[in-house]
Nanobody, 129 residues
Framework: QVQLIESGGGSVQSGGSLRLSCAASGSTGSGSCMGWFRQAPGKEREGVATIRYSTTTYADSVKGRFTISRDNAKNMLYLQMNDLKPEDTAMYYC????????????????????????WGQGTQVTVSS
């Protein structure tokens, strides 16, 4: 059983920065994916960033502005968010789940919500213009 607890959300003005943290308890498994999803009011949940070992992926909407990282010794996951925009306003969720395998890509992380068994309770990020 894995428990994920997010923190670091808040309200900032456009152009500001926030750093989200996620504390994981229990074994997430070597080679597993960890990531961040978000959900804005009235919209579907969407993947923001993933990390597996040192391999990271980002949604096009956050590339160059967000950075995902993890500290395995502390069982922590982070999301540094810079140059925030009003469209980044959402509830942000920390997730973990097994990586997927395909012959062309090898082991990789996805943005499919069904691939992530464990979810945190979420932390709210609000960006005002």
């Amino acid at each position: 059983q894995v428990q994920l607890i997010e923190s670091g959300g808040g309200s900032v003005q456009s152009g500001g920065s926030l750093r989200l943290s996620c504390a994981a308890s229990g074994s997430t498994g070597s080679g597993s994916c960890m990531g961040w999803f978000r959900q804005a009011p009235g919209k579907e949940r969407e993947g923001v960033a993933t990390i597996r070992y040192s391999t990271t992926t980002y949604a096009d909407s956050v590339k160059g502005r967000f950075t995902i990282s993890r500290d395995n010794a502390k069982n922590m996951l982070y999301l540094q968010m810079n140059d925030l925009k009003p469209e980044d306003t959402a509830m942000y969720y920390c997730v973990t789940g097994p990586s997927k395998y395909s012959s062309g890509t090898g082991f990789h992380c996805t943005y499919d919500t069904d691939d992530y068994k464990y979810w945190g309770q979420g932390t709210q990020v609000t960006v005002s213009s």
